[in-house]
DNA sequence: GTTTGTGAAGTTATTCACAGCG
DNA sequence: CGCTGTGAATAACTTCACAAAC
């Protein structure tokens, strides 16, 4: 059912392979038909060692001599992350951050079918954002009887969030992604996640703070346990 | 003019900071006089050790036999973290996520003061977001010579990003967030880091395909060096 | 000649386990 | 006793360096 190599691939790797995949993604679109560690090392802000490692756990894609077939590894990677899969996807919560995710093409363009969006507002309800309408949040577990998501996005105020997780569970989803600045709750067998729009920002200001800063790079949401928690207050 | 303990702390300990200070800012307005390591674990979902660990670097703040003094641990951290510290922040790109930004609590109630807002939309320039009035980029060098802002949030489409960086950095600012799903290059003095919206949902995935997700959690951005790309699409 | 793939070495981070303080 | 703070042990991750493949 799952592609070839499994769970074995070192969690620093994983969170890794969205970051090759967009690079490889404009390689691509560029026209750029072999790619080599050392240019996508660079791309990635990584160094080569890493990039080539970290491609070695998804089997020898490469080309001693002359690189990465750009077109080939992006097939790979795709595979491997699970983005050739449908994986529905609710957002709850359609304030600036919701419609903002709603219409991004990170989520759309990569395998993530926005399958419903739903918010409590009656000025928001009936709406269309990104040629979806959204609902209320009382259909939720209709709709998701219908099309069962695989994913609940939440992307509400922090005061609700935990209501929205429970319901999303309730309904059936076994993945949250909460964006609200919020401590959540979920049971032991629903895979969560939060993303914290501000933990960057402060950690630029420790660095500011300190003077010394570890060689700037392009930085975003990599681990698994040791990780983040709520902050951006969205409308 | 810094803190006590210097870039001593450990890059990993600094990425988990900003989840106890929100922690403990949640503990404290609920009242919590005291919280042992073992509480702050678990509402961090980390493990008992780590805080131990973590927090030690800071000095030793805590009560043996009782805990750590929840409004005295906020205080520091917030020092370590430069919290409180004038941090001017502008904002490049107004759509919805820039707009989600503006408004967040987030920045706001942490000592980053937005004190710009620029996108090149007319019909944007001279709305009002968040209390702020929106100005047209070309107005950006003017406003950084009288407020000269530290830190430069990018939030505009992919296409214009690498232009923007250019021109905050023109500007004088010494750090560069972007949430723009971009590669973007910016002189080695600058800081720049990279949040991307869709990473989180790409290792969802990942895990989803492959059936063993490990120990679900709270995720955000962590790590300084290996990291992530940009990914939303915004408005 | 170039560039991958990978053991081995080195570094950083996590966890253990317990002495020491309140 | 309870809980912190920390050295010592373990584990994870990164980087080196080079043989093998093209």
Redesign the interface.
Known sequence: ???PR??RIP??S??????Y???LL?LVRAGTATVSSEQLAE????NAS?VRKDLSFLGSFGTRGSGYDTRFLLAHIDR????D?D?P?VIVGI???G???A?????S????RVSGLFDVSSELVGTEVGGLAVRHLDHLEEAAGLDPP??G?ISTPPSVAQDVADRLVGAGV??V??FA?R??R?P?H??????????????????????????????????????????????
Chains 1, 2 share one sequence.
């Open positions: 059912m799952s592609p499994a769970g969690e620093a994983v969170a890794r392979l969205p970051v995949q967009r690079i404009e791309l990635a802000h990584v890493k491997e992350l699970g983005l899969t994986w996807v304030g600036n951050l419609r903002a995710l219409r991004s093409q990170g989520f363009s990569r395998g993530f695989s994913i996005v076994g993945s992604l909460n600045p401590v959540l979920v032991g629903v895979l969560l996640r939060h993303v914290d729009l501000s933990i960057e920002l402060q950690v630029m200001s420790f660095y500011l703070s300190h003077g010394d800063h570890p060689g700037s790079v392009a930085a975003s949401s990599p681990l698994p346990h040791p990780v983040g928690l709520g902050a951006v207050d969205l409308a």
